[in-house]
């Protein structure tokens, strides 16, 4: 990590070890350099107020650590006028909301908040109304080591949302990826693999409870062909684990939508239609269940015309949807044509949300190319997001206004 000047004089004068900060006293926030979670004194938690200002209160509040700002945290989180770039018409969220949607929004990542231009696009409330952590949230991020949970990262971002009035999807309790090997590699059986599942989902769930929107309980069950991912959940307790999860997310935050999340189910095939019988039978078992992502992980010029089909199909059987991850991937360097596609896309995507009732929102994995994890994945292949490098809108933008109008 690196310190600026003004910082290391900063230490020199805040006591930075376990010193204990009484009632009323400040805790935490941008300018604030004390150590998080160990300064408040007994009895008392550090509470957001504003993204300025944490004080230590009295009782215990569900954002007990919120890490303190160093050098790489942005002078400015919460929206302030004149901090911000222009807003190029009402903006997206606001385009969404006036077509009825609850939200449009965009991943972010932790690093990517000491990132001043880049923040202060996404803090507006305009652009975009919902936020989701791309990995702060994830098993590996959350439970390194058996009972032992950490929150500092999806905190932050949890925190960011609130600062800036958007609502925030947590994701996700239960996935083959990112996943600690005290997991995947534990031998548990049925008995202590269910508690160990409950445990990591109503842990991190009541953390956040009453303060997420919705949940993505599971993610990725199915193999493209429509079989069940064999990872370690499926290969110790059958598709029940599903069941376990959402029953333990719905105890832990009564409120939040809980939600299944999959990729490559926007066409017609083996994979949605296995979904789609997964979420009957939860639905026939009365398992809680209030919704289905969408994660529209698309290529330029293949986005399905079927999706708002499909969604339907969905909805039917009486879960709300939501395109949880789009991005629309090329190869790089993009292509004037490639980027005129690609606004077609974008508002093809769109519009197929809005003409499905049902469907509640739109996430963006990421709004700029800059911090896109295509070209990490998908080796040539990039230039999927709205933004582009250096922050500046692409076609793509005017194609989601389309597709909202
Ligand atoms: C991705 C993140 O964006 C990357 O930073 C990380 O390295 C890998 O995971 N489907 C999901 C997301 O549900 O969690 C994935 O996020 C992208 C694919």
Redesign the pocket.
Known sequence: MKFTASFIALLSVVPFAAAQVAEWGQCGGIGWTGQCGTTCAAGLTCTVINSYYFQCLPGVRPLECVPPPTSSVPTSTASSPGSSPTVSGSGLNADAQAAGFKYFGS?T?NNELSDTAYVNILKVPSQFGQITP??SM?WDATEPTRGQFTFTGGDQIYNFAKANGQIVRG??CV?Y??LPSWVSNSGFNAATLTSVIQTHCSTIVSHYKGGIYAW?VV??PFNDDGTWRTDVFYNTLGQSYVAIALNAARTADPNAKLYI?E?NIEYPGAKATSLLNLVKSLKSQGTPLDGVGF?C?FIVGQVPTTLGQIMSQFVATGVEVAV??LDIRTTTPASTSALQQQQKDYQSVVSQCKATTGCVGITV??YTDKYS?VP??FSGQGAACPWDQNLVEKPAYQGIVAGFQ
Do not use: G, L
């Open positions: 991943a990542d791309a990995n994830k994701h996700n996935w990826n990112q993505d993610n990725e999340n990729y994660q992980h949880t991850e994995w990421d994890w990490n994945t």
